[in-house]
Every structure is written in structure tokens, then in C-alpha cells.
């Protein structure tokens, strides 16, 4: 659940409920997802090369031209990569209540300041072009006037979940791999609980540990997928009081 100003009495305790175990999270999700993240950024950007790799007769490795749309896709891979689909940085706090953490995305600060820079020249263009061209530069240059204006103020920020524990909570807990995914059955398990993740699986099982200590009555389960835990009990409990 994301950060609002107004906090229920429940998460406002388990926000100030003194910090039991705290972690760091750098990434994405699972062990394989940023490769799938890598083969959207290649594939959208160099199907470009090779499409025009294919239909331009001139469009050779031994004109400068080649080399020069190779660099720019090369350049628009990463920035779809990083910028568009940017790790994670997560600070996790384990309380006596639950868990609450902070998410931010890893964009380095020079990237917010050249976006920044060119919202500021799109601007500028845009002026120019309503003062050369006359009111007809609105049709075109208004648009992107306005999206330029919302790009003046990119920054970087960071979103506030929590994790509330309760006694009937059950925690899937994913082999070999560092992910938590909690759930609530009174609540419904897809509307309430969330995925916990740590670099590496001894830093999960040291977090398993202290969750045995803090909340002996749940249950912790072990799946191998994630789309296991749909197969549990919890997932189906809604259906059976409909079916009653």
C-alpha cells in the first residue's frame, strides 16, 4: 500500500514500533527478471537497427551513417534500460507489527538533471516556433509545450509501503531465490500482503529467522514458483464461503 499523508492508527504504530531487523534490496525482482527487462530494452530498440538494416540499400557497415544509428540505438538500449526500467532500492524495517520499507528508483541524479535540461530547451523551441511560425505552432508545439513544463520539475522519489503481520498470516517462502511473498486470508491473499525480496538467500533466511522469533503462530510455506501459492488454501478461502 503506498505512502499517504494520513496513516491509519495501525500503520502509524507499526511505523514508529522500534526497527527489530533492517536489510537493503538493489534490483529488481526474482533471480531471472531484470534478463527479461535486458531483452525488452534490446529487443524494442535494435529491431529498429535491423529493420532498417533490411530495407535501406545503403544502409552498409561501410557508411558512416551505419555506425552512427548503431550508436544512438546502442544509447536508447541502455536508457531504456536504466531509465525507463530502472532497479529498485528498497530499505526494508522489520517491527514487532510487520514490515514497512521505502522503494526508489536507482537513476543517477545527473540523468534528472539532463531531463531537466532539455524539458528547458524543448521550452525554449517551443516559444521560438510560435513567434516564427505564428498561432499554427500550437496545433504542434502546444503538446509538447505542456510536456515539456511537467519535465521541468523530474526528480527523484520514494514511495512508503508496509506489510502488516498478523496471527493467520502465511508466508510463501521461494526456493532458492530471495523472495517473501506474504498474505492475509480474512482480508483475501491477491488484496492484501505483498513480496519481500534480499540479495541473496542467506540474508532471507537469516530474515526467516527472525520472523520464527517475532510471530511463531504463522505459517511459512515453501514454494518453487511463485504462481505455486495459489495452490494454497488461502487463495481459495473467498470461493468456499461464496460456495457455502
Avoid at 538533471?113 to 511560425?133: D, E, M, N, P, S
Avoid at 509538447?144 to 498478523?166: C, E, Q, R, V, W
Amino acid at each position: 500500500m503506498s505512502n499517504r499523508e494520513n496513516i491509519d492508527p495501525v500503520k502509524k504504530r507499526l511505523y514508529e514500533a522500534e526497527t527489530v531487523h533492517y536489510w537493503e534490496h538493489k534490483g529488481w525482482g526474482g533471480k531471472y527478471e531484470y534478463l527479461w527487462r535486458w531483452g525488452v530494452a534490446i529487443f524494442v530498440n535494435y529491431s529498429i537497427f535491423v529493420f532498417l538494416w533490411l530495407v535501406l540499400d545503403g544502409f552498409t557497415v561501410d557508411r558512416p551513417f551505419f555506425w552512427v544509428v548503431f550508436a544512438f540505438m546502442t544509447m536508447m538500449t541502455l536508457i531504456t534500460r536504466y531509465l525507463f526500467t530502472p532497479d529498485k532500492h528498497r530499505c526494508y524495517h522489520l517491527t514487532s507489527l510487520g514490515i514497512h520499507y521505502t522503494e526508489k528508483d536507482m537513476i543517477p541524479d545527473v540523468a534528472y538533471k539532463v531531463v531537466r535540461g532539455f524539458a528547458w530547451v524543448g521550452i525554449v523551441v517551443c516559444v521560438i516556433a510560435v513567434f516564427i511560425l505564428g498561432p499554427l505552432a500550437f496545433v504542434g508545439a502546444g503538446g509538447f509545450a505542456l510536456m515539456s513544463f511537467g519535465m521541468t520539475n523530474f526528480h527523484p522519489t520514494t514511495d512508503k509501503y508496509s506489510i502488516l503481520i498478523a496471527e493467520n498470516t502465511v508466508v510463501f517462502d521461494l526456493e532458492n531465490e530471495g523472495v517473501l511473498s506474504f498474505a492475509v486470508p480474512e482480508k483475501g491473499a491477491h488484496a492484501y500482503g505483498g513480496d519481500i525480496y534480499t540479495m541473496t538467500v542467506d540474508q532471507k533466511q537469516e530474515l526467516l529467522s527472525k520472523l520464527h522469533s517475532l510471530f511463531p503462530s504463522i505459517e511459512f510455506v515453501k514454494i518453487k514458483r511463485l504462481n505455486d501459492q495459489s495452490k494454497h488454501p488461502v487463495y481459495h478461502q473467498e470461493e468456499e464461503k461464496a460456495a457455502e
